[in-house]
């Protein structure tokens, strides 16, 4: 199917939500068990002590731990709002952090950094004068900061200004009273609200939200080959995208062409590729690459073909380098749940 579609549905009883790309799975979003925080949701914590060699903090949630990696002037004891960014390893505390950000469709509030600024993405002149003209009639609360994100471009005023003012009042009652007992004070976006606030309305998306239009359109059936850690590559190459408990390990191989340039050639196919599996797995953390064999001149168009690949890619990942052995290394924000722990 040509065009873009924004499936909400449920996966094994859980709410999620898939974006297909001309009949191609391209995102999907699960919700996780009820047991686990999602992330962007906002909790008031109680700050552990330091721990040492670390670098980091341990907090107190209402049903567990959370954990801060840089936390400074934070006395042990005192009470603090913290947001969730991210799944936790199992057997391990919640990644968190105190720098709190309320986000919807068409801005982001930043508490303790005021001002008010446009996405860089936000390019037309016209666009960025008629939001700017709009955010200088709001009436900004003091200590909060304000985004308008780039899905603002060529949506109504009245869309925009509600939605904006909407979501400064829920910033405002969230942060008035931060003191008590550790609390959750705002659940994370679910997977239809992730769909909404993210994908929908882009590039003349249709939006479906029938039962079992996940069966339809061909998600389960896409779902089902992820499960798999095996994916064909453009000219007759493979990767393989395999989790372990310390990492992700992703070999490359050419197949059946041995000529001199299949290797850079199917690298740079991998690399194209590799956002995307990550992506529809769930998988972040340490990523080590088993390359195909490229001549060294050949690393830097590699590595550019990589760079552009993950820039596009809505999940944080740093380029860390390579090996003595070879392999280049990644890392990645854990901010999806990886799938295999999703599906029963």
């Not at 936390?71 to 199992?90: I, M, R």
């Not at 007759?236 to 059946?256: I, K, Q, S």
């Amino acid at each position: 199917m040509i065009g873009t579609q924004v499936l909400v549905d449920q996966l094994h009883g859980r709410s999620a939500a898939a974006l297909m790309r001309d009949g191609r799975l391209d995102d999907l979003l699960v919700d996780p068990p009820e047991t686990m925080a999602r992330p962007g949701a906002i909790y008031r914590a109680r700050m552990g002590r330091p721990m040492k060699g670390m670098g980091g903090r341990m907090v107190s949630l209402p049903h567990g731990s959370g954990y801060i990696r840089q936390a400074k002037n934070l006395a042990p004891g005192a009470t603090v709002l913290v947001q969730v960014t991210g799944y936790a390893e199992p057997g391990k505390a919640v990644p968190v952090t105190p720098r709190i950000l309320f986000k919807s469709r068409f801005c982001i509030v930043t508490p303790d950094k005021p001002g008010a600024n446009l996405s860089r993405s936000i390019k037309d002149e016209d666009s960025r004068a008629a939001l700017q003209a709009l955010l200088s009639d709001i009436d900004m609360p003091d200590g909060l900061g304000v985004i308008i994100r780039s899905a603002a471009e060529g949506a109504s005023e009245v869309a925009v200004t509600e939605d904006l003012t909407r979501t400064l009042a829920l910033a405002q009652a969230v942060i008035a009273d931060p003191g008590g007992a550790p609390e959750l004070l705002l659940d994370g976006p679910t997977p239809d609200l992730l769909a909404w606030r993210d994908w929908a309305g882009r590039d003349d998306s249709e939006v479906i939200t029938t039962a079992g239009c996940f069966a339809t359109h061909g998600v389960l059936d896409a779902i089902d080959a992820l499960v798999r850690p095996d994916e064909a590559l453009p000219g007759g190459g493979h990767m393989f995208v395999e989790a372990t408990r310390a990492l992700v390990a992703v070999d490359v191989n050419t197949g059946a062409d041995t000529s001199p340039a299949a290797g850079l050639k199917t690298n740079i196919a991998a690399a194209r590729a590799l956002p995307r599996a990550l992506r529809l797995r769930g998988l972040g953390g340490q990523i080590v690459l088993d390359v195909a064999p490229m001549a060294k001149k050949d690393r830097t168009v590699f590595e550019q073909a990589l760079g552009a690949a993950l820039r596009a890619c809505p999940v944080e990942t740093t380029i860390i380098g390579w090996t003595p052995l070879g392999h280049i290394e990644l890392s990645r924000k854990r901010e999806r749940l990886p799938l295999t722990r999703t599906l029963p």
